[in-house]
């Protein structure tokens, strides 16, 4: 259920560069796919900012953020014991079943979610993507013992595979026989996947990202279009099956 609560940060470390993992003490249950909306400490930032559940332990909420403006640049300043407030945990969750064979794709912040769905199925593979080695090693530490199998493609070729997760994907679904693809990251990503998901005929969910003003439902600056109509990503989303959105 929905709570608002203030966090003590826990830490707040940059694990690689402008990343950082953000881990506070909040007593909330969810599930992998949804979101926080958190508000910083000062006056000076009034709109929340939605970040992914990377994963909640023992009250131990788990997060990252890039360093890309203002707001961000403040978060990164908080210490340990310093508060924020969350609106958590918010969104609806990956569909995850334990007899499936999962791969999740993804890249940049859109690995957060994934992690979490990575703890949740105990059987997934995975496949990254990033700008460069120091950018998806911090990620590969954190899906190690978590992804059966970790896939890794970089933009500078500096670990894995030079190119695109999605150059890298065929001959990741030629490896196995997966049920189902998560994805989460770039929209072009996403798009190739769920387009090479429906050619093969397997199950794809996507975790869209979106700005977003209340996170709530509420102003409809996250409206998306759907087969089903006007969709709004925090409320009805952020999970969605990849045929409703990625249909043209
Ligand atoms: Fe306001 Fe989604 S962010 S309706």
């Known amino acids: 259920m929905k709570k608002i609560i203030n966090a003590a940060i826990i830490e707040n470390l940059e694990i690689a560069k402008n990343i950082h993992r953000l881990i506070v003490s909040a007593d909330i249950e969810a599930h992998a796919g949804q979101f926080v909306q958190l508000k910083l400490p000062s006056n000076d930032f009034t709109l929340r900012r939605p970040l992914g559940i990377a994963s909640i332990d023992n009250g131990q909420l788990k997060m990252f953020y890039r360093v890309v403006g203002r707001g961000t640049e403040f978060l990164s300043t908080l210490k340990a014991g310093d508060e924020v407030n969350l609106i958590a945990p918010l969104g609806n969750s990956f569909n995850i079943a334990a007899s499936e064979r999962i791969l999740l794709v993804g890249g940049g912040m859109g690995l957060a979610p994934l992690l979490f769905a990575a703890i949740e199925s105990k059987s997934a593979d995975i496949l990254m993507g990033g700008r460069n080695s120091e950018e998806v090693n911090c990620w590969k530490n954190e899906f190690q013992g978590k992804a059966n199998n970790i896939f890794i493609a970089t933009d500078d070729g500096s670990v894995g595979t030079y190119g695109f997760v999605t150059d890298l994907l065929p001959s990741v679904l030629d490896s196995a026989s997966y049920d189902k693809i998560l994805v989460c990251g770039p929209e072009i990503m996403m798009r190739k996947t769920a387009q090479l998901a ?39 989303g952020s999970v969605f099956d990849a045929e409703e959105v990625f249909y043209n």
């Open 198 to 236: 429906k050619e093969r005929g397997i199950k794809c969910q996507v975790s869209l990202e979106k700005r977003m003003a209340c996170g709530l439902g509420a102003c409809l600056s996250c409206s998306i279009d759907t087969i089903h109509g006007r969709r709004k990503v925090c409320k009805d």
